[in-house]
């Protein structure tokens, strides 16, 4: 909570021309996260490095993010591998625990399934069915069925 007050406090206390310093301390810190983050991803096995991001890293827990509860599940399966190779580096030497978080994708908007036509073939087979069907109603509804036939 700490750190979101002194980042308002940061740019609110800036005056409108004075952003220089802010903004060379935001661009050091960003190229030290994607340093970090590229470090921390080679240490992730190859097959669940898609859909997974580094977080931070405070305090000695190692924060991840993924897209999917199963890959969450097969990280932490292999956690101690994946911190044994991060505590190769000199700043996550301290790491005890990984943390996974589970962010899935943002929406996407989906198409509108298509309704898929009937054979030839199906609308024969329904046809049939029709014929040796006693229950009036079933026989309506299948006869009707058997009328989307596909050109």
Not at 76 to 81: A, D, I, K, S, Y
Not at 83 to 100: P, Q, S, T
Not at 101 to 116: A, C, I, L, M, Y
């Amino acid at each position: 909570m700490a750190g979101n007050s002194d980042q308002k406090l940061i740019f609110s206390s800036q005056p409108q021309g004075g952003t220089g310093k802010t903004l060379a301390d935001l661009m050091s810190r960003a190229r030290l996260h994607g340093e970090a983050e590229a470090f921390v991803m080679s240490a992730v096995p190859e097959d669940l490095v898609e859909g997974t991001r580094f977080v931070s890293c405070q305090d000695g827990e190692l924060i991840l993010s993924t897209d999917t509860a199963s890959k969450a599940t097969r990280l932490r399966f292999r956690q101690h591998e994946i911190m044994e190779a991060v505590r190769a580096n000199e700043l996550f030497r301290y790491v005890w625990k990984l943390k996974i978080k589970v962010s899935p994708g943002r929406f996407d908007q989906r198409r509108k399934p298509e309704k898929t036509r009937l054979s030839k073939e199906n609308a024969r087979l329904l046809q049939e069915e029709a014929g040796h069907t006693k229950d009036k109603a079933l026989r309506e509804v299948l006869e009707k069925l058997a009328r989307h036939v596909q050109d």
